[in-house]
């Protein structure tokens, strides 16, 4: 596997994107600007870091030999990295049955070209469309009323149907701090102030808030 990703972070575990504990890989790079997106420091192509498809396949392995349930795939557009994103998806789907994937992607399905579609076709879960600031959703996993959950696969059936129509009371929000006095969080909130706001806590309680970080195992 000779291809790189250009990576914005990556976490273990994630319990906020998904069914239950996951891997996180943020990709860098979004072309797509969505007014209101929480990742702005995703957009840049040149941000982040290239890593090999390898390397995170052996990082998988490690989330799985643990106990993971499944990859989260975000961003940033990962479907601007089609072909390296897809070797990376195919050795993951060899390790385990019971491990899902599940992708973001700003586009529409319609939208894909045939490469995007390959890839897209390796996932369990695909939660489509742009982030529209003036459609909030409480719909759990989606940022906004316009993105839909597609669950193309038996195991994303089993897992995820109860959670199609779900409205939590309030959206899951994973806090992390460190020793350090670090703080981060991951999550999709439903509301546009809400990333200011847990920003702003986390703040007053004395945290430097982060994007979760790249760092390896
Ligand atoms: S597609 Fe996602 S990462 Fe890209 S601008 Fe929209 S919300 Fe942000």
């Keep these: ?120 076709e390796l996932v369990d879960v695909l939660i489509t469309g742009r982030y529209v600031a003036t459609a909030p959703t409480k719909r759990i996993w989606r940022g906004s009323a316009n993105q839909e959950m597609l669950l193309r696969t038996p195991l994303a059936q089993e897992r995820y149907t109860e959670f199609l129509e779900y409205e939590p009371e309030a959206p899951p929000i994973q806090i992390e701090t460190s020793a350090d006095g670090r703080a981060w969080w991951v999550g999709v909130p439903n509301h546009p102030n809400t990333k200011r706001e847990l920003d702003r806590t986390l703040a007053a309680l004395g945290y430097t808030v982060e994007s979760v970080s790249w760092r390896r195992r």
Excluded at 37 to 55: L, M, Q, R, S, Y
Excluded at 85 to 114: A, I, K, N, P
């Design 1 to 120: 596997m000779s291809e790189t990703l250009r990576l914005a972070r990556a976490h273990f575990p994630v319990t906020a994107l998904g069914y239950g504990r996951r891997l996180g890989l943020w990709v860098q790079g979004c072309p797509l600007a969505c007014p209101g997106c929480i990742a702005k420091d995703t957009w840049d192509p040149a941000g982040g870091v290239e890593v090999d498809a390898g390397d995170l396949l052996d990082d998988v392995r490690r989330a799985v030999a643990a106990g993971a349930d499944g990859l989260t795939v975000s961003g940033g557009e990962p479907l601007l990295q089609a072909a390296a994103l897809g070797s990376l998806l195919r050795g993951v789907r060899e390790l385990s049955e019971s491990f899902d994937v599940l992708l973001y992607t700003g586009f529409d399905f319609t939208e894909l070209d045939r490469a995007q579609r390959a890839t897209a």
